[in-house]
């Protein structure tokens, strides 16, 4: 009788052990879900009293396939532009990177080929800062590469 409270003692404590594991797993990936934007603009070249704007929206959703992978859409509209793209988020411990899926079926405009990585974001300090891939910003002074740029909402 004692070698089985013993066993059951060291079972439970195993399982309990593994669980705090799992936990400690769980946490070091960042949660990514949520909607991020940013906004940027620069004089017209056509005419300097008029100014470009674009703005940038990812929509960051749970797959249910895992918990490390997103469906993400990003819109970008702006300055004779209007684009959707249907992506994919890889997270790892600290970076989420956006990877191109799919256009829209009305697409006009093709330039990303499937699997092209666009960006990657990173979880820092309190601030999501943004590497810039396959997608670049419209206004040169916004290729900073590690600089904030989308803002969680």
Not at 5 to 15: K, Y
Not at 43 to 69: F, G, I
Request: contains cysteine.
């Amino acid at each position: 009788m004692d070698s089985k409270l013993v066993f059951m003692a060291i079972l439970g404590l195993s399982l309990l052990m593994s669980s705090c594991n799992l936990k400690n797993s769980d946490t070091q990936t960042p949660n990514w879900e949520g909607a991020y934007s940013f906004g940027e603009s620069m004089p017209s070249m056509e005419n300097k009293q008029d100014t470009w704007r674009w703005q940038y929206v990812l929509k960051v959703n749970s797959a249910p396939e895992s918990s490390q992978s997103y469906t993400v859409e990003l819109d970008i509209n702006g300055h004779k532009t209007e684009l959707s793209l249907d992506c994919i988020g890889m997270a790892n411990a600290d970076s989420l990177q956006i990877i191109f899926q799919d256009y829209p079926p009305d697409a006009e405009q093709i330039q990303y080929n499937k699997g092209d990585l666009l960006l990657t974001l990173y979880k820092k300090d309190g601030k999501v800062l943004t590497y810039w891939r396959g997608l670049q910003p419209n206004v040169e002074e916004n290729l900073v590469q590690g600089k904030a740029y989308f803002n969680h909402q």
